[in-house]
């Protein structure tokens, strides 16, 4: 359990761009049959999903999100010291797609850029790198970016991963300023790696014919090498045993107990998964906002889609003071924060 504490940043702005085009998990009936469908749909917790055209990237939704984000809060572009993109769908396998956000962005050319490819733990591992980077000599201002366009990594003929995933891009604002606290808790387990990845298509195992070969599982679910294969009773196994233990280890560190959590903001992965979450640590499921039934599991945007989508001019969540993120996916990896949100000037969701 690696624990970085941080005493003098703070996240300024969160803003998040969908696409326009909604698919509802009601029209599965292709491939799942009539009656299960509201079953699913309420073990879930997801209704529609955002699916970007074959044409938009990640990096045009975090490109959107980033603009919002800096006109919003009048921001100037020169100030900005790095950029950090976080996604596992890159434009390309290289060249790394930080740089060409900085261009399309305007920024200087002094800015350090870089990706990092991590699922759903991500929000929270680039908070905690931005952070870093804030700290020190010479960064005072880190965008970081973080999208996904999951959609276009699964199978439409898999009943596992097809009522998932959705996509979306964020922008996170992260400054450095005095006496602000915040503590992260970062975790990986690459010993279980394989229930949840795409087992073709990188150099371990290249683009080949048997990775493309279409595939026929126990449960009818068809998918290739190349698109995203999930073992779902053992990543919700995995999420039940880490992530509520790694909340209580945040709050030990911090010597809170959970009476004095704002709010609980998690992966939007499985609302019975979450919902179990919350029960577990005894906390009120009022302090936990979900973004789940609108928009899917939107991987490493989940958590900053989740705040600007429910958290926008809503009085239910102005107490954000202490603020718990949580996310959890492939690797495996899971992480988790005690950060301030009060100060966090939301941006209005948009679309694209």
């Not at 900005?80 to 797609?97: C, E, G, K, N, V």
């Amino acid at each position: 359990m690696a624990i970085i504490k941080f005493n003098n940043v703070e996240i300024k702005a969160i803003s998040a761009c969908v696409p326009k085009k909604i698919e509802y998990n009601s029209d599965l009936g292709y491939l799942i049959p009539a009656e299960e469908i509201d079953k699913t749909i309420n073990s879930i917790g997801i209704a529609e999903k955002r699916i970007a055209d074959l044409d938009v990237c990640s990096s045009d939704l975090c490109f959107r999100a980033a603009e919002i984000l800096i006109n919003d809060n009048n921001i100037d572009r020169n100030t900005i010291d790095a950029l950090i993109f976080i996604s596992q769908t890159p434009d390309y396998r290289q060249p790394a797609t930080a740089m060409s956000l900085q261009h399309r962005l305007g920024l200087p050319k002094t800015t350090l850029s870089f990706d990092v490819n991590l699922a759903c733990s991500g929000y929270i591992y680039g908070l905690s790198i931005a952070s870093t980077f804030a700290s020190s000599q010479g960064v005072n201002n880190v965008l970081l970016l973080v999208g996904e366009t999951m959609s276009k990594t699964i199978s439409r003929k898999d009943k596992v991963t097809t009522p998932l995933f959705g996509d979306a891009g964020t922008a996170t604002f992260v400054s450095k300023v005095d006496n602000t606290n915040s503590l992260f808790s970062l975790n990986s387990d690459g010993g279980e790696a394989d229930i949840l990845r795409i087992p073709y298509g990188g150099y371990r195992n290249p683009s080949c014919e048997e990775g493309l070969k279409m595939v026929v599982d126990s449960e009818g679910n068809m998918k290739t090498g190349e698109e995203l294969n999930m073992n779902g009773m053992d990543v919700f196994n995995f999420g039940l045993r880490e992530v509520p233990r790694d909340i209580t280890r945040i709050l030990k560190e911090t010597e809170l107990s959970i009476q004095n959590i704002d709010l609980i903001i998690f992966h939007q992965a499985n609302k019975f998964m979450t919902d179990f979450f919350a029960k577990k640590l005894r906390i009120s499921l009022e302090k936990t906002p979900y973004s789940l039934a609108k928009f899917g599991n939107t991987s490493s945007a989940s958590i900053p889609l989740t705040i600007v989508s429910e958290m926008f001019n809503n009085e239910q969540y102005k107490n954000r003071e202490k603020v718990i993120v949580s996310g959890f996916g492939a690797g495996l990896s899971w992480a988790s924060a005690l950060v301030n949100l009060s100060n966090t000037k939301i941006s209005k969701l948009i679309e694209y």
